[in-house]
């Protein structure tokens, strides 16, 4: 059983388009994220998000927002996708910020 | 905010010899220190961490060291193999997680 799930595995997609990726864990993690990995490889957080708060990094445009139906789902939506947005998202969950557990990553290529 | 560093950036070893990667972290508060391993195409893998109540931590031919005074920590890989290549993130945590730019680490057989 995967432990933390992400659809699709690739998108790709014109410019100006909205989209979504989902995410779901089975672990019963109380906190999910999303992080953007450039092409270099550096790891940013994008959104914390547990039953209390949504942690939004500043540097994330509006254009971005999470939505979680439930506590074991964190989908993230993208409105008005622009080229610099193409990276790789992971998705990931902890238990009170240990233990984080990421997914296979979502290529998004804008074109 | 916590800002983590990392070197060195990319690191080439003969198969059998060790490895080290070293990261500083800036803010105090951190508690939790973990590395990941990322493999071509997926998502990064925990493959050991520490605990700011611990110096040193062990598991096979990995082990970790935490100085926090210094507020520095370091992965060593032992006995490296093809297998281990890689790149390697370190991270720091307190309320969430911030990563090091990542090294990417060859094992020439």
Partial sequence: ?111 | GENVEQHPSTLSVQEGDSAVIKCTYSDSASNYFPWYKQELGKGPQLIIDIRSNVGEKKDQRIAVTLNKTAKHFSLHITETQPEDSAVYFCAAAHNDMRFGAGTRLTVKP
């Fill in chain 1, 1 to 111: 059983d995967t432990a933390v799930s992400q659809t699709p595995k690739y998108l790709v997609t014109q410019m100006g388009n909205d989209k979504s990726i989902k995410c779901e864990q089975n672990l019963g993690h109380d906190t999910m994220y999303w992080y953007k990995q450039d092409s270099k490889k550096f790891l940013k957080i994008m959104f914390s998000y547990n039953n209390k708060e949504l942690i939004i990094n500043e540097t994330v445009p509006n254009r971005f927002s999470p939505k979680s139906p439930d506590k074991a789902h964190l989908n993230l939506h993208i409105n008005s996708l622009e080229l610099g947005d193409s990276a790789v998202y992971f998705c990931a969950s902890s238990q009170q910020s240990y233990g984080y557990t990421f997914g296979s990553g979502t290529r998004l290529t804008v074109v």
